[in-house]
Structure formats: C-alpha cells, structure tokens
Nanobody, 119 residues
Framework: QVHFVESGGALVQAGGSLRLSCAASGRTFDRSAMGWFRQTPGKEREFVASISWGGGNKDYADSVKGRFTISRDNAKNTVSLQMSSLNPDDTAVYYC????????????WGQGTQVTVSS
C-alpha cells in the first residue's frame, strides 16, 4: 500500500521562501523518480519538478526553473521542494507522487499542502 503525506505549506509574502516535504511509504520509493505537482481551483494538476532515484537527474517546469530546487533522501523516503522568490502565481495545493515523463505514476494522491503567496 502506498501513501503520500505532504507538509510545509503556509501563507507567505511575495518574494519569500518555503520548503515542502513529502513522506512516502510503501513501494513508492523503490527505484522511482519522484516529483511535485500543484493544482489551483478549476485547473488541472500540473507538473512542477521531478528527481531521479539517484538524484542525478532533475527536471523543472519552466515556470519554476531557477527558483525551486527538488531533493530527496532515500534513507528516509522523503522528497523535498525548496521554493524561493515566490509569487502569487505559485499559490496552489502541492502534491507529490512517483513520476514518469512528467506524469504521476499513481492515480491516487495525498491530502496535499496549501501554499498561498500574497502580493
């Protein structure tokens, strides 16, 4: 059985920073690339960033490139997203999942963590 538990979301001012964390259980972490997605009301969930099992390959959506950094700790089954220079367009609920080609592997999600950026 696989579970994702996201945390770290908050209300921040534009220009601020946040660090999100995702704890994954079950076979999710077994040699899987992991990633972050985000969703705002009325829009489809979109890809944000991913990281390969070994951490050597990272991929970012153009909208966050240079501002967000993804990392993982395989010993702890966690994946993190360091976000800086936040702007109101980053406001969303953020989720993690295993990733292949910028798409989520599993069709179920954790509760997500809310990030709200005020202008």
């Amino acid at each position: 059985q696989v579970h994702f538990v996201e945390s770290g979301g908050a209300l921040v001012q534009a220009g601020g920073s946040l660090r999100l964390s995702c704890a994954a259980s079950g076979r999710t972490f077994d040699r899987s690339a992991m990633g972050w997605f985000r969703q705002t009301p009325g829009k489809e969930r979109e890809f944000v960033a991913s990281i390969s099992w070994g951490g050597g390959n990272k991929d970012y959506a153009d909208s966050v490139k240079g501002r967000f950094t993804i990392s993982r700790d395989n010993a702890k089954n966690t994946v993190s997203l360091q976000m800086s220079s936040l702007n109101p367009d980053d406001t969303a609920v953020y989720y993690c999942n295993a990733v292949i080609d910028r798409r989520a592997v599993y069709d179920f999600w954790g509760q997500g963590t809310q990030v709200t950026v005020s202008s």
